[in-house]
């Protein structure tokens, strides 16, 4: 079966990044983590085998203390 891909854009509070970055390389469902500019200060890649999974992990991140928000954005297609 194939895997789910998806990328997940990270909002972190004040100066919670280095905290935010240690819990985030600790899970499971996160294959590469990368500090930005933009609107995020962190993209994650997320690799799962289910929606189900996808949600599991969804869940655990927005646990994670330092986190303001998230924005999660699931690969349809990859063209190159």
């Not at 935010?20 to 995020?40: C, F, K, M, Q, Y």
């Not at 999974?53 to 699931?74: F, H, K, M, W």
Request: without cysteine.
């Amino acid at each position: 079966p194939e895997r789910i891909h998806a990328w997940m854009g990270i909002l972190v509070e004040g100066n919670q990044t280095r905290r935010v970055i240690a819990s985030l390389l600790g899970e499971p469902g996160v294959t590469s983590l990368h500090d930005t500019n933009g609107r995020w200060d962190l993209l994650a890649e997320l690799e799962v085998r289910s929606m189900a999974e996808l949600s599991d992990v969804l869940e655990r991140v927005r646990l994670i203390a330092g986190i303001r928000s998230t924005e999660t954005n699931i690969h349809l297609a990859t063209y190159r």
